[in-house]
């Protein structure tokens, strides 16, 4: 089976501008969750989505978005870009239909906002 | 609050010994605890997982043990080697929160020949 894949694996952008990034999860799972780590912060959860509904929240503002299709693919967005917002993004996904699960990870974009 | 603590940053061990990384946590409603191995600039690689209801779980080299009234889990690495040398991530979930992980910061394992 293939494993999570994650796309672009490199972004430079401005402050101001948004970003989209893509996430296939490994097939058969149908839930998808994406982390952000950074040196000060390590790794921290930002959503998760399952069939196409954002189940869970982590404490990031509303500038950091997301959305699952209906095959189980996610895209994250970030608007209005701060230098902070530079870091390695990550999607993991599992079976998870209820309860927990391993959540497998992708290899992660790595976003550089100047 | 830091829900996951991993205390060492670093950890030195010699080719064929064992290595111990430990993990403290906080929130008695995590019921299901994983190990991740990480390399710099890429994702997390799942490595061994534990439910609450046990208190060892073995893979391979890989052993990790919980201890539940201590809220304390443990990765034993037997016998380690050079490949072995990573950063390794202890995270945490609960069933009541979907899809969630904790993290812990994170351990740097060194395994010299």
């Known amino acids: 089976k293939a494993g999570v894949t994650q796309t672009p694996r490199y972004l430079i952008k401005t402050r101001g501008q948004q970003v989209t990034l893509s996430c296939s999860p490994i097939?058969?799972?149908?839930?998808v969750s994406w982390y952000q780590q950074t040196p000060g912060q390590g790794l921290q959860f930002l959503f998760e989505?399952?069939?196409?509904?954002?189940?869970n929240k982590g404490n990031f503002p509303g500038r950091f978005s997301g959305r699952q299709f209906s095959n189980s693919r996610s895209e994250m967005n970030v608007s209005t870009l701060e230098l902070g917002d530079s870091a390695l993004y990550l999607c993991a996904s599992s079976l998870l239909i209820a309860g927990t699960d391993t959540q497998y990870f992708g290899p992660g974009t790595r976003l550089t906002v100047l | 609050d830091q829900q996951v603590k991993q205390n060492s940053p670093s950890l030195s061990v010699q080719e064929g010994r064992i290595s111990i990384l430990n993990c403290d946590y906080t929130?008695?409603?995590?019921?299901?605890f994983l190990w991740y191995k990480k390399y710099p600039a890429e994702g997390p690689t799942f490595l061994i997982s534990?439910?609450?209801?046990?208190d060892k779980n073995e893979d391979g080299r890989f052993t990790v043990f919980l201890n539940k009234s201590a809220k304390h889990l443990s990765l034993h690495i037997v016998p380690s080697q050079p490949g072995d040398s990573a950063v390794y991530f202890c995270?945490?979930?609960?069933?009541?929160?979907?899809?969630?992980?904790?993290f812990g910061q994170g351990t740097t394992l060194q395994v010299k020949p």
């Open positions: 097939s058969g799972h149908r839930s």
């Open positions: 989505y399952f069939s196409e509904t954002q189940r």
């Open positions: 929130n008695s409603m995590f019921d299901y």
């Open positions: 995270a945490a979930s609960a069933s009541s929160n979907t899809g969630k992980l904790i």
């Open positions: 534990i439910s609450s209801i046990k």
